[in-house]
């Protein structure tokens, strides 16, 4: 358990507290209780713990970047992108053509000395030497592209971090996944504007597994869109990472922290 905040707002005192349980624990539904008869507003936020092992047995594991350590950056700071291939009601399928830039006048940048990894609406960042470390893996499918940093008035700077880079994306997961809203999707493109909820469990069928990579982007775009096809006030979410082990491990021992590091389940095909 873990206070959060402690504040006094408007003459009331507003407490936040953090408690982490196992879902069978007995002081779970006790805890549930306490809080109804108390009348204390809460969030239950559900998810799943894996042990090393089942990561090591994954076929692959889905990279889910939590809200720690967002870098601001896309579209609306110079970033460049082919549209030809967008849906044009959520842009899902925007193709970035140029180097990531993330907005350098922003209070985000600074998360960028405080992590060996960030992430900017699931592009990942990498320092230099996990970069180095990546690249001496030799990790199919990956390749590295610049980070510049964009500031009003100023040649954008070209930044020591680099971007991963994906070449395969996976075809659309099975159905069968669970944690996602598959009603939730774009109506036009059905890739885009996905919403989930937790535990998420990501289903592939075998045959959607020949030819992925050590390095994959998924094909669905996740949660929230801003979109009416100008670049310039665009927000969107790329689709997760999608990595074999051999990258999940490389992280871990490069003690990088602020994902959810979820493996794949293989569903017989339908
Ligand atoms: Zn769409």
């Known amino acids: 358990m873990s206070v959060v905040s402690d504040i006094e707002l408007y003459g009331k005192r507003s407490v936040t507290v953090f408690v982490t349980l196992d879902v069978v624990d007995p002081r779970f539904a006790l805890l549930q209780k306490l809080l109804l ?4 507003d809460w969030l239950d936020q559900r998810w799943d713990d894996y042990t090393d092992e089942e990561y090591e047995a994954a076929p692959l594991i889905v990279v889910q970047a939590l809200s720690e350590h967002h ?4 579209p609306r700071f110079h970033t460049e992108y082919d549209l030809s291939k967008a ?11 140029g180097a990531y830039t993330i907005d350098g006048a922003g209070a985000t940048a600074v998360g960028l000395g405080q992590s060996r990894v960030v992430h900017s609406y699931s592009e990942l960042l990498v320092d230099q030497p996990l970069a180095e470390t990546l690249a001496r893996a030799n990790l199919s499918g990956l390749s590295f592209r610049s980070v510049y940093a964009y500031q009003p008035d100023e040649v954008p700077m070209e930044l020591i971090w680099k971007q ?8 659309p997961m099975s159905p069968r996944s669970t944690g996602v809203d598959f009603d939730s999707a774009c109506k036009t493109c059905r890739r885009g504007k996905i919403e989930t909820t937790s535990p998420m469990r990501i289903a592939y069928r075998t045959r959607d597994l020949e030819g992925a990579q050590d390095v994959n982007r998924m094909w669905e775009h996740f949660g929230y869109v801003r979109w009416n096809g100008d670049l310039k006030t665009a927000v969107l979410w790329q689709p997760f990472f999608v990595v074999s082990p051999k990258v999940w491990r490389i992280f871990r021992d490069a003690g990088v922290s602020g994902f959810r590091w979820l493996p794949i389940r293989v569903v017989d095909d339908e």
């Open 37 to 40: 008869s108390y009348k204390v």
């Open 71 to 74: 870098v601001v950056g896309g």
């Open 87 to 97: 849906c044009p009601a959520c842009g899902a399928g925007m193709r970035q053509t």
């Open 164 to 171: 991963l880079w994906a070449h395969s994306t996976l075809p």
